[in-house]
């Protein structure tokens, strides 16, 4: 392995050295067959190597902001690991460096504090910078004491707090500066008070003392006698109180025990409810005497536990007075046994002061800490709670983060301003540390576990000499009190930041207190019944029981993203009907929902009230007297029946009328669209064919070679000269000799391709890829050996037929059907037009001049209606019929020269122009991003001020129905607006608006169709083939040559998600081939060989690859059989790490035997681990396979029937060869269908003349690098 880390040059730009360091990276996470340890080593390098150039630059502006420590959240990770691995010395060592981090962070403050105090300039902003170091100050106590496990003291700030204390006192700060110093401490308060529900007594008293000391110097020193320190009072007595509590709550569980002390806690809250109940029982009920003497004996019982525990809390408390007066009416009076004492006399003022102990139902919230299982009431009180004031606290706080204004529907130049600007250095550093994390985590987790000491032991070493050597400082943070500056970032840039952030980069940037506060929040809202509201279902993450703070953070913004993103999506695919959606195309669909709706209900109601004629009728013939009961199911059904059969009818006739409307509207331009050569666009995909052939040169026939030598032709060269001439001849005449040293592999290729061609491009018939993906015998064949292929993976691949409509909404053919019909609508209105208007230059002195002036008014953008209601096709007169499709549809120099010659200069500048305005309106979308910025804008900040600031939420379903409603308004008057267009026929196109539309939209409305094609082959190749994945497999010749998947991932533009997926397939696709050569090393092959007849080693190439996709796929349950054991002991090390699935509902008796089975075996005492992992084995189809093979055949006879299946799989290595290739070809096409789409949109359009730049849409053919793995 070649060494990757390259030192950054000395004094370079930091983006310069950041580059250097992430090709580092990746060459370091390619190479997985280096040796762990050395793999490590070179890790390390680079780490030191970031820490040194972040160290450099610590004092550049760009970095400034970021309130976190570079490494200290990823150490403490690390140091856990460390602790799950049973690797005691490396955890010691990591929590080591921590505290030693944090000490140098303190003395850090200290040289700032000495800096500070001996400034002479001291202007205006000098009070607010004291003011913010004693704020860092006590973040830097807090977090000591967070992360402190062992010291009595953690303070690090020494004793320099005093004398800036009294500096800023001197300052004498303005009075809008102590205005915002007092929020500030006001907001300190709330969140230590809000945070340390969950931490020990002891430390929970320690930070409400730390911040408690902060105000009450403030109040005495800065604020005394003021009105404006009137809010510190009332905070610094509820800071004592709960000091106070917590005080007493930690001398109870060091006296007694924690779970002691809890479970006596649960045994009050329970006396509490008995107690109620009985006073409620005597308040409703007169009880007997007998019953009565029984209730008061529990009453008495239960008083007698409750002074036990008020005179215990008593004596252990300290400031016994304080809190004697405080629980005395609380507490103390209602325990008093007034039944024992008032039995006798029942006096009634006693009996009245029973109910006082009521009040002792204020304590349920205390008590509440320590019940593992909260009422769903309580839950959703304090949620709201959390909502509606411990978001505003955070807003006041972290605002900046969010003040930024999202453009909603950017421009053409914005998109551009975004793109030249690019990443921060702060986000781009943030990002390369979290790669280098990553790339840690992975390393640990392949490693062996002999090897997994030194791996843990070797990054705390090297960042341990960092720190010596000062390379791990804190970038200069921002002042909490400056002036916001307001971002602006394009919606997809958001979402993508959103969605990719990793817990490192939230940690760095934002610091230990925003991560921990955020993760207390998502876990607050992931709990069930919170989770399950519709608007909070898709925001909040599932969470895993082993994660940490800033997963749960990454996980929590991962999922807004995401949900912010589909709600932006709705919206902008509604604009995306625009110029896609006919008028005519509209009104159909309108039509036929409502046609198709009522005409059920119509049909019943007119066979009920023809049966009841028909009665009335037999009975009239036969001289039955049925008056009575006929005027009986009238009254029931008739006026009924009559008013629902009008509505019914109203809206079926209105249906009909809107079908029969628009099928006049379009059956005569789509006659004329595919007269006039429409088809004939499949020749444009001929174009590319030399294009084509070097692309699956490079993914599919030179990968095949090197595997298999006799598949194809040895030399590259001439394996593109024969796949040209093959498919030429095939695109002219099939000769007898064209396919003359074609190897059946090539033709395989060949066959596919040329099948491809014959779809032409904005045709319906353009469906061919997916035909191929679906009915592929060879693709069929693979899905139904592939175990990791279920039923449900071949719903959502049906989903994507092109033939068919299968879902009512959404879906590529609903965009496909939409695209493709207002293409051929809108080049057949360009066909009649231009053939009813052109006049040749030859034919202009003769024509009239009624047709010359139509000719000019039509020439210079005017038009002419063709038809209305009663439109008849023989009322179109032509003047020429020169004028195909391909004009409008192809940029055909010689075409458009022709046009010049005959029609003249100004016609062809017309044709060019209306050929852009055709592209650019049906690729383009609604124009919103014309509006005025102020209105394409939304402010984070400020929609949090006017949507949920101060309880405002509260509001939100009402203002969601307000919306709606003016949503469905909208939506009505596009429908009438569309039959109106219809039936005047005004011309649709519009070019002042569609110039504007920019190659982006072109981009993800060719996506919108084609998009989840390439996303479905590429997800599926990332499941069978390794080498895609650029991971290696086992054997001579099965070193992955290129990261293809990463290659068409940036072709896409594919979202976080999409990367998080191919990434997770990557993880398993090494985790399997490392499993893959265990077996192999323990014999796998040679008792293959044995059983097949053949020596072991004619399993070379071919052979291997096919076991290596076999294994990968689970052909016929090889990997299950083969390795139940092992796949069964990785989900259950890594449950703890994966969200929690759901709550099994249908009880699985055989399934659960066989569980328990194994969890004696193998599982361990933990019962959330082995929650977990049931849940686990229900819902995932892998490790519920691994369990039926251990529990049905044994780990051994698994083995041997593996083995037997994996022979009778490599008898006919052939066959899964058929299928990789057939596979990588359709995958392939797929990606040069979007690709084509593109390329030629991107011409017709004329987006190069605007200043749209393609840059990686265009792209599939990057110069390959050799990479390692």
Not at 1091 to 1115: C, H, K, M, N, T
């Amino acid at each position: 392995m070649t060494e990757p880390s390259i030192p950054p040059l000395p004094n370079a730009p930091l983006p310069v050295a950041l580059g250097q360091l992430e090709a580092c990276v990746a060459a370091v996470g390619a190479d997985s067959e280096a040796p762990p340890l050395r793999r490590a080593e070179a890790l390390a390098a680079i780490e030191k190597d970031l820490c040194l150039a972040l160290a450099e630059h610590a004092s550049d502006p760009e970095l400034a902001g970021r309130r976190g420590h570079p490494v200290m959240a990823a150490m403490e990770a690390w140091g856990d690991d460390a602790r799950t691995l049973d690797q005691a010395e490396a955890a010691q060592a990591a929590e080591e460096l921590v505290e030693q981090l944090v000490t140098d962070e303190g003395e850090r403050w200290q040289r700032t504090a000495e800096a500070l105090l001996a400034r002479e300039d001291r202007d205006e902003g000098y009070a607010a910078q004291l003011f913010e170091h004693l704020l860092d100050a006590t973040a830097l106590e807090r977090e000591a004491l967070c992360r402190d496990r062992d010291h009595d003291d953690p303070s690090p700030v020494g004793g320099k707090r005093a004398a800036v204390r009294d500096a800023l006192a001197a300052a004498s700060p303005t009075a809008q500066q102590r205005a915002l110093q007092v929020r500030a401490l006001v907001d300190s308060a709330d969140d230590v008070l809000t945070g340390v529900d969950d931490m020990p007594p002891e430390r929970a008293a320690q930070h409400l003392h730390l911040v408690a000391d902060d105000i009450a110097w403030h109040r005495r020193t800065m604020e005394r006698g003021t009105s404006v320190g009137k809010p510190l009072d009332r905070k610094l007595r509820r800071l004592r109180v709960e000091v106070q509590e917590r005080q007493l709550q930690d001398a109870l569980e060091d006296r007694f025990g924690a779970r002691t002390v809890a479970r006596f806690e649960r045994l009050v809250l329970l006396l509490i409810f008995v107690v109620v109940g009985i006073l409620l029982a005597e308040a409703i009920f007169d009880p007997p005497l007998g019953v009565q003497l029984v209730l008061t004996t529990i009453d008495t019982l239960a008083c007698g536990i409750f002074l036990t525990e008020f005179f215990v809390k008593l004596a252990l408390v300290k400031g016994k007075g304080s809190w004697f007066v405080r629980h005395f009416l609380i507490d103390f009076v209602p325990s008093i046994p007034f039944g024992l004492l008032t039995l006798q006399d029942k006096l009634v003022a006693a009996d009245q002061a029973r109910w006082g102990r009521l009040l002792r139902l204020i304590r349920i919230t205390r008590v509440a800490r320590y019940l593992r299982v909260l009422l769903p009431l309580i839950r959703m009180i304090r949620a709201y709670g959390f909502l509606a004031r411990g978001l505003d606290r955070l807003m006041r706080r972290y605002g900046d983060l969010l003040n930024r204004n999202v453009i909603l529907y950017p421009r053409r130049e914005e998109r551009e301003a975004a793109r030249r600007v690019g990443e921060g250095v702060a986000r781009r550093a943030a990002r390369l540390q979290g790669r280098v994390d990553e790339a840690w985590n992975v390393l640990l987790r392949s490693a062996p576990p002999e090897d997994r000491a030194s791996v843990l032991g070797t990054r705390v070493a090297a960042l341990a000499e960092a720190r010596e050597r000062g390379w791990l400082k804190r970038p200069a943070r921002q002042d909490l009190v400056t002036k916001r500056t307001t971002v602006e970032v394009p919606a997809e840039v958001f979402f993508d930041r959103l969605e990719s952030v990793t817990p490192e980069q939230l940690e760095a940037e934002y610091g230990q207190d925003f991560v921990a506060r955020s993760a207390r929040a998502a876990r607050l809202f992931a709990r069930p019944p919170i989770r399950w509201f519709p608007v909070l279902r898709h925001a909040v993450p599932r969470l895993a029981p082993g994660m940490t703070d800033g997963q749960i953070a990454a996980a929590a913004s991962h999922a807004l993203g995401r949900e912010l993103r589909r709600h932006h999506d709705r919206v902008m695919a509604l604009g995306d009907l625009h110029g896609t959606v006919t008028p005519a195309e509209l009104v159909d669909r309108v039509g036929t929902v409502m046609f198709r709706a009522s005409l059920r209900p119509a049909r019943k109601l007119l066979l009920i009230g023809g049966v009841f004629l028909l009665l009335q009728g037999v009975a009239g013939v036969f001289g039955v007297d049925a008056r009575g009961w006929a005027a009986w199911i009238e009254s029931l059904i008739g006026d009924t029946l009559l008013l629902l059969g009008g509505i019914c009818l109203l809206v079926l006739g209105i249906g009909w009328w809107l079908r029969s409307l628009a099928g006049r509207a379009t059956a005569f331009y789509e006659q004329v669209a595919y007269a006039q050569y429409l088809a004939l666009t499949e020749a444009i995909k001929g174009r590319y064919l030399t294009r084509d052939a070097e692309i699956f040169e490079q993914r599919v026939l030179a990968p095949e070679s090197r595997v298999v030598p006799g598949a194809v032709t040895p030399d590259g060269d001439s394996r593109r000269e024969t796949f040209l001439r093959v498919v030429r001849s095939w695109l002219v005449a099939p000769s007898s000799g064209a396919n003359s040293g074609v190897t059946e592999t090539l033709d395989r290729v060949v066959m596919l391709y040329r099948d491809s061609l014959d779809g032409a491009l904005f045709v319906e018939n353009d469906n061919r890829t997916t035909s191929q993906l679906l009915g592929d015998p060879a693709l069929q064949e693979m899905r139904r050996l592939a175990w990791c292929i279920g039923r449900r993976d071949e719903r959502q691949l049906l989903r994507l037929d092109l033939l068919r409509k299968r879902t009512m909404f959404g879906g590529p053919y609903l965009w496909f059907s939409f695209i493709s019909k207002a293409v051929t609508q809108d080049v057949a209105r360009l066909i009649v037009d231009y053939n009813r208007h052109a006049i040749p230059l030859a034919e202009l002195p003769r024509s009239t001049p009624e047709e010359r002036a139509a000719y000019e008014r039509w020439k210079h953008g005017a038009t002419d209606d063709l038809h209305g209601s009663k439109f008849r096709p023989r009322d179109v007169v032509y003047q020429t019929t020169a004028f195909k499709a391909l004009h409008f549809l192809d940029v055909d120099p010689s075409r458009d020269t022709e046009v010049a010659e005959v029609y003249g200069d100004d016609v062809r500048a017309k044709l060019v122009v209306d050929r852009q305005v055709l592209v650019r309106e049906i690729f383009g979308t609604y124009p919103r991003h014309l509006r005025p910025k102020e209105r394409r804008l939304a402010n984070l900040y400020q929609l949090y001020n006017d949507w949920l600031q101060g309880g405002r939420g509260l509001f939100i379903p009402l203002r969601l129905l307000l919306l709606f409603l003016k949503s469905a308004w909208t939506a009505f008057l596009w429908v009438a607006r569309a039959v109106g267009e219809i039936r005047r026929t005004e011309q649709r196109l519009h070019p002042e608006v569609a110039m504007h539309a920019d190659y982006e939209t072109a981009v993800r409305k060719i996506g919108r169709m084609r998009d989840p094609i390439v996303e479905a082959c590429m997800l599926l190749r990332a499941r069978m083939d390794p080498e895609y994945l650029g991971v290696s497999w086992p054997g001579p010749g099965g070193r992955a040559a290129v990261d293809h998947a990463s290659e068409d991932l940036a072709f896409l533009g594919a979202r976080p998600a999409l990367r998080r997926d191919v990434e997770e397939l990557r993880v398993g696709a090494r985790t399997d081939m490392r499993r893959l050569t265990r077996l192999i090393e323990d014999g796998l092959l040679d008792r293959v060989a044995e059983q097949v007849g053949v020596p072991r080693d004619a399993f070379r190439g071919e052979s291997l690859r096919a076991l290596a996709i076999a294994y990968r796929g689970d052909y016929e349950g090889v990997k299950t059989l083969l390795s139940a054991g092992p796949v069964l002991d990785e989900a259950m090390a890594g449950v703890l790490e994966r969200p929690l699935a759901s709550v099994v509902l249908w009880p699985r008796p055989r399934l659960k035997r066989m569980f328990k089975r194994w969890w004696a075996a193998h599982g361990t005492r933990q019962r959330r681990t082995r929650r977990a992992f049931w849940r686990l084995v229900v819902h995932d189809a892998g490790v519920r396979s691994a369990l039926w093979a251990w529990g049905q055949h044994g780990q051994a006879d698994a083995a041997v029937e593996g083995t037997r299946r994996v022979a009778d799989l490599l008898r006919h290595p052939r066959r899964i060869s058929e299928q990789i290739v057939t596979l990588r070809s359709v995958q392939t096409l797929s990606l040069i269908d979007l690709l084509s789409y593109r390329a030629h949109v991107f011409q017709l359009g004329g987006y190069a003349e605007s200043g749209d730049d393609p840059r990686e849409r265009l792209t599939l053919l990057p110069v390959h690098q050799p990479t390692v793995g």
